[in-house]
């Protein structure tokens, strides 16, 4: 029987004698669940595109589309590096969040902003699942050892990163105000209501108002912390 210390002794050296698992094991493992993963994005990612009502939005998740791409060659130099056949996993997780993209479109009307909102809310759920599961290999890699995995493996995190920013900025500057809107404008017939092409975005790039959602002070990088575009406002 293996003392304790020889036991995580053998865990970070890639094999557990109790389990057959070790942290090598782990990380590849979860490589091949984060691979099939970023594959179903990919499509997703053209999905939401096609769906989404402003160019902004489409546009944001075009963008993604592309730097999603650029992950799965990425993973494949991983895979290249630590000497491992490339092979898809499973993630019932990316299954299940893409399943809830499809569900907004299908619950919200064609055009509206609505649709917009909601597939926001949707892209930054998946992204959240990936800065998890990224935030996670890039340290198995960094204990195992795997350098230019891990360099690899970050680079991507931080672009995950960038993205959910992306959309947090997109959602505060004019989504959650014209979407609130939609659902009052059949309410109230108020010529100030809402002032919204104050608030839109212009075709040069996102213009931040800190006027559209008062005390939501989302920060600019992620923390660790969810962050939550819509919590607090009404109408969506
Ligand atoms: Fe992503």
């Known amino acids: 029987m293996a003392t304790f210390g020889e036991r995580i002794a053998n865990f970070?050296?890639?094999?557990?004698?109790?389990?057959?698992?070790?942290?090598?094991?782990?990380?590849?493992?979860?490589?091949?669940?984060?691979?099939?993963?970023?594959?179903?994005?990919?499509?997703?990612?053209?999905?939401?595109?096609?769906?989404?009502?402003?160019?902004?939005?489409?546009?944001?998740?075009?963008?993604?589309?592309?730097?999603?791409?650029?992950?799965?060659?990425?993973?494949?130099?991983?895979?290249?590096?630590?000497?491992?056949?490339?092979?898809?996993?499973?993630?019932?997780?990316?299954?299940?969040?893409?399943?809830?993209?499809?569900?907004?479109?299908?619950?919200?009307?064609?055009?509206?902003?609505?649709?917009?909102?909601?597939?926001?809310?949707?892209?930054?759920?998946?992204e959240h699942h990936e800065i998890a599961s990224y935030g996670s290999v890039v340290t198995f890699a960094q204990v195992l050892g795997y350098n230019q995995a891990a360099r690899l493996l970050e680079q991507t995190l931080n672009e995950e990163k960038n993205a959910d920013k992306k959309l947090t900025t997109l959602a505060e500057s004019f989504i959650n105000s014209r979407a609130s809107s939609e659902e009052n404008n059949s309410h109230r017939n108020d010529d100030n209501a809402d002032n919204f092409e104050d608030n839109l975005v212009k075709p040069d790039g996102v213009r931040y108002d800190s006027s559209v959602t008062p005390g939501n002070t989302l920060g600019s990088t992620y923390s660790g912390n969810a962050s939550t575009p819509f919590a607090g406002t009404s109408g969506i």
Do not use: P, W
Not at 15 to 40: H, N, S
Not at 55 to 60: G, L, T
Not at 92 to 108: C, F, K, P, Y
């Open 12 to 126: 970070f050296g890639g094999t557990d004698t109790e389990t057959q698992e070790g942290l090598r094991g782990l990380f590849i493992t979860e490589l091949k669940d984060i691979y099939y993963a970023e594959k179903q994005a990919v499509d997703a990612l053209g999905e939401q595109a096609d769906a989404s009502t402003t160019d902004e939005v489409r546009n944001a998740f075009l963008q993604h589309q592309e730097e999603t791409r650029n992950h799965v060659a990425r993973l494949e130099q991983v895979f290249s590096s630590i000497g491992v056949d490339v092979e898809e996993g499973s993630c019932d997780a990316i299954d299940g969040l893409v399943d809830d993209a499809q569900r907004v479109v299908s619950n919200t009307d064609s055009g509206s902003l609505t649709r917009d909102a909601g597939l926001i809310m949707a892209g930054q759920k998946i």
